[in-house]
């Protein structure tokens, strides 16, 4: 990914990212630092669901789950054409927030919870293979994919589908997890042109 970072403006933030398998090892290095707080790249790394939030044509919010994929820079998810509402709501209003706040979809301790809100875009360019390019993220995610695919033909489909790209711009962290007090808040500079 091209493109400069600004330096993070929060105590502790990782000094390199990537794909880090669950002991800590750096599996690939995509800027030397990080856009978001390590803490929510951690959840982020481990979540198998959050929940993309959009704006609907009335202009109420509307919740979907969907597996967040995250490269250091970019939040991606994808959605079916079977379920495309989601994206044309996107497409006229691209502001949107990540939520993770699944304890027993996320496999971090302590549990925190975190929503990213950033602007959207949805590549829908090549329905039927330009999703594969987050497949790498995809499959570290989630190795079931695999089973899946071997079944693309039975399942056509649900294989027709579109990119969502969410480029971070705000950040909220409640490091134990309680809601009920107020989150860290991070203001994230524009990384990405």
């Known amino acids: 990914m091209a493109g400069t970072v600004a330096a993070p403006r929060w105590p502790g933030a990782a000094t390199t990212i990537g794909l880090r398998d669950p002991r800590g090892s750096t599996l690939g290095i995509v800027n030397p630092v990080g856009i978001l707080p390590e803490p929510i790249e951690a959840l982020l790394e481990t979540a198998l669901v959050s929940e ?17 994929l995250y490269d250091g820079e970019v939040i991606y998810l994808t959605s079916s054409i079977l379920f495309s509402k989601k994206l044309e709501h996107i497409k006229a209003n691209p502001k949107v927030s990540v939520s993770i706040s699944d304890p027993v979809a996320v496999d971090v301790e302590p549990f925190r919870r975190a929503t990213i809100q950033g602007d959207a875009t949805v590549d829908d360019s090549d329905l039927h293979a330009g999703w594969e390019r987050v497949l790498p993220l995809w499959r570290k995610k989630e190795p079931a994919i695999d089973m899946f695919l071997g079944k693309r033909v039975a399942l056509p489909l649900f294989f027709e589908r579109a990119v969502i790209e969410v480029r971070p711009t705000r950040a909220f962290l409640w490091d134990d997890g309680a809601t009920d007090r107020p989150p860290q808040v991070f203001e994230l500079a524009k990384a990405m042109a």
Do not use: C, E
């Open 52 to 68: 993309l939030t959009v704006v609907d044509g009335s202009g109420l919010p509307v919740t979907h789950p969907l597996i967040p």
